[in-house]
Structures are given as C-alpha cells and as structure tokens.
C-alpha cells in the first residue's frame, strides 16, 4: 500500500495519527477525518481556472432534488455545452470521492515559493464549496496547484466533462492557437 500524500505539502512521509486523522511529519499537519456528514450537506462546488487577462473556464456542481447539475462554460473546449445532469447515487459518489482528496485539508493559498503575494500571476485556479450552515470552504492557487490536482481532475474527466487542468497553461495555449 502506498503512503497517503500530504493535501498540503505533497510529501509522501505521512503516518496514521489518531485514525481516521492522518499525519504529516514533514509540515507536521494533521489531516483527514471523517468526511460522511459533508456528503448530506454538500450544496455546491464551484471550480474556475483562468489565465490571467485571457480566458477562464469553470465547473459547477449544484446539489438537486434528483441528484445535481453540472454547469460550464467551458470556454476552452465546448462553449455551448448543456447542463449534465447526474443522479442521486453518482452525486453521492461524486462526493465521497471528493472528499476522499482531501480537499477540507487543502491551503487556502497555493503558489510558488518565491512568487510575490501582489497576485499576478500567469495561471490560476479557484475553487470555492458550500456547504450547509457553514463558511464556504475556499481555496486557491498561483501558478501551482495543490498535490491533489491531478486526481481531481481525473474525478471530473470521469464523469465526461473536458480536463480543464492540463499542465499550467496548456489549455489556454490551446485556445490562443484555435482563435489565432
């Protein structure tokens, strides 16, 4: 069995603390925990990737009676893309694979170790979860994304949506040579 990533460091020397809590030895967090009440009282999940001045993309996942809706645009890929509707059993699913990335334990602020914290940057990302009775759940990022990315878009590109998380700024590089 491989050892768990760290949501927030991305390091791999992690150990079981007081389970279902996991621990970090390198930025000694605890993370992890018991994530089931979130999947009754998850309402939205907004994700945004953008490049500076250019162009942006987004998801949103909204809770429904029947189950959810997933929403663009998808300016980069398919700029008319109807709403999907998925059902109750795979939001659920959805969820429960959501939140096994860890994203409650994610930093409010990804972005390269020497980066100003002024906010320019070429490429970033956004992502923003409400959740019932609760402050929104938000994190960002800089020109990095967190170490969990690659599995959250896999989650999303399962589900037959486009990737908008392609290496940094290879979606929009895409785009420019569409429109050029």
């Not at 990302?125 to 938000?138: G, H, S, T, Y």
Request: net charge negative.
């Amino acid at each position: 069995m491989s050892p768990t990533i760290c949501p927030q460091c991305g390091s791999t020397n992690t150990s079981p603390a007081t389970q279902p809590l996991l621990y970090c030895r390198d930025c000694q967090i605890t993370f992890g925990g018991d994530h089931r009440e979130l999947l009754t009282t998850t309402r939205q999940i907004v994700l945004n990737t953008y490049q500076q001045g250019a162009a942006s993309q987004n998801l949103t996942f909204t809770k429904t009676p029947a189950g959810a809706t997933i929403e663009g645009p998808f300016l980069c890929y398919y700029p008319d893309l109807p709403e999907i509707y998925i059902d109750h059993q795979q939001w659920q699913q959805l969820l429960t694979d959501f939140w096994g990335l860890y994203v409650q334990d994610w930093k409010a602020v990804y972005r390269p170790d020497n980066a100003p914290e002024s906010g320019d940057c070429a490429f970033g990302w956004d992502l923003k979860i409400i959740i019932a009775d609760q402050e929104p759940l938000l994190s960002k990022g800089q020109d990095r994304y967190p170490p969990y990315w690659s599995a959250l878009m896999a989650l999303f590109t399962s589900l037959g949506l486009p990737n908008i998380g392609k290496a940094l700024g290879q979606n929009f590089l895409q785009l420019q040579a569409q429109t050029s």
